[in-house]
């Protein structure tokens, strides 16, 4: 984007008294190869093109989007919008100051460093391996994710008018292996994604990963159900921290608290969990899937630690929430695409390593679950009451791991389970997933070490 018409759309759409005016320009390319059933079935790319314009004053906020970038084009949606208002001119735009990333995060390698047919290839050799596995392996599909977008975002202020540049590049593969016996289907899934570029592939053990999928499938064939009550449960590392995001991360963004309608709202400063629980969302974290060197309205990515050995101590802000809460922004505004008005996300979000190992944490636990490994969650912010399905579950007996079972159902709320952590491990990793919500699905991060809950309620079979 020209920055002269860049000047032209925010005068005009500052014209009748905004106070905060916002042009969000997108370029991304998204490519997908993809194997299913043995067969090569699907090999594309797409590219999302366009802009939004956003208002503000006061508390009163106006959105619209566009995939013609003329200067015509872009005028005639500021000015529509514009017309939300009915006051005078407050700012005059005359200059940006201009920002741009530290290349922390950029590629070593470009995506077209390798052909579609070396990443097909790349692929079979994990389709293979999964088939390998066993006889009961029906289907093995493997896919590979690249994005590469480039953002331009336009900021005017009374204080400053700005522009900066960003440029994210994420890769992901994911294994996903299915085995039936006697009408009966289990899954196995493997999907690690950083933001980086063709470097992924090489740096990423592929076979191995699928292998343990396709392992973790069969085994679930034969597992007994999964017992039901409330009991301890060990959480694993790494997509373990899916809960964590879940059920305690969403109800800590500015778009719930704001509103009030988080349990975790007016109570920074206060105890809300265990004295051995710290989390953390970090944006800033080198290469993690969800980061950034700016979010999706220009303020840069930050570190921000949310709970500090059990204490409230911030919010993830946005700043349109900011104004309702009086606060600042913490770099953690996002969207999806140009179409959608932006908000309060996650970029990494993770509960920190503790000092107990994962083998002292089985070890203390005379009889609960381990659950490895989840499909996902979900969680209403309001009321914070969560629930999980774990993928991959132990039983545990007198301290050590006992009985591989079937899926066990995880339900609750996260402001109690917080308070209920009792041990945290020193293994924490991070993990790649999409978090889906109000400005659509983006890449975040979940993660934290292995940790124990002391009592949650399982839903398995009695």
């Not at 008018?161 to 899934?189: I, L, Y």
């Not at 944006?283 to 921000?304: I, L, Y």
């Not at 953690?332 to 908000?343: F, I, Q």
Request: hydrophobic content about 35%; aromatic content about 8%; overall charge negative.
């Amino acid at each position: 984007m020209d920055n002269g018409i860049a000047k032209n759309v925010l005068n005009a759409a500052l014209a009748t008294g905004a106070d905060f005016a916002e042009l969000y320009v997108q370029n991304k390319t998204a490519r997908t190869v993809e194997l299913n059933y043995k067969r090569v079935d699907n090999v594309s790319s797409r590219l999302i093109y366009g802009a939004g314009v956003r208002l503000m004053r006061g508390l009163r906020q106006v959105y619209g989007y566009t995939s013609d970038l003329s200067e015509r084009s872009l005028t005639d949606l500021a000015k529509k919008l514009a017309a939300s208002f009915d006051g005078e001119r407050v700012i005059k735009v005359t200059e940006f100051e201009e920002r741009t990333g530290n290349g922390m995060h950029a590629p070593e390698q470009e995506h077209g460093a390798m052909t579609t047919a070396q990443k097909i290839e790349y692929l079979k050799r994990g389709e293979t391996a999964m088939y390998e596995t066993s006889p009961l392996i029906v289907n093995a599909r493997c896919v590979a994710i690249e994005t590469d977008e480039y953002v331009q975002i336009y900021t005017a202020t009374q204080n400053t008018c700005r522009v900066v540049d960003d440029r994210r590049v994420r890769t992901r593969v994911m294994a996903m292996a299915v085995a039936s016996e006697n009408g009966e289907f289990q899954t196995g899934t493997f999907s690690p994604g950083l933001t980086k570029g063709a470097e992924f592939y090489a740096q990423t053990d592929f076979v191995a990963g699928a292998k343990e999928a396709a392992e973790d499938a069969v085994a679930l064939l034969s597992a007994p159900d999964c017992p039901s009550g409330n009991m301890p449960v060990i959480i694993g590392n790494r997509f373990g921290g899916v809960l964590f995001h879940e059920a305690c991360g969403h109800p800590l963004e500015g778009t719930a608290i704001s509103h009030n309608s988080s349990p975790f709202a007016g109570k920074l400063g206060q105890k809300v969990a265990s004295d051995v629980v710290t989390a953390i969302d970090d944006g800033t974290v080198e290469h993690g899937w969800g980061s950034a060197c700016f979010d999706d309205e220009g303020e840069p990515c930050t570190r921000n630690v949310l709970i500090e050995n059990g204490v409230l101590k911030s919010y993830m802000v946005d700043t349109f929430d900011g104004r309702r809460m009086n606060a600042q922004p913490t770099g953690a505004c996002r969207r999806e695409s140009y179409k959608y008005l932006p908000t309060t996300r996650m970029t990494n979000t993770y509960i920190a390593a503790g000092e107990s190992t994962p083998e002292e944490i089985i070890k203390a636990t005379e009889y609960g679950l381990y659950c490895v490994a989840f499909n996902g969650g979900s969680v209403n912010p309001t009321t914070d009451k969560f629930n999980f399905t774990s993928s991959k579950t132990y039983i545990v007996k007198n301290g050590k791991l006992d009985t591989l079972v079937k899926a066990a159902c995880l339900v609750g709320y996260g402001y109690d389970v917080l308070t209920k952590i009792d041990m945290v491990g020193n293994d924490a990793e991070l993990a790649a997933c999409m978090c889906g919500a109000a400005s659509g699905s983006v890449a975040a991060a979940v993660g934290q070490p292995t940790l124990r809950v002391r009592e949650m309620t399982v839903g398995g079979k009695s």
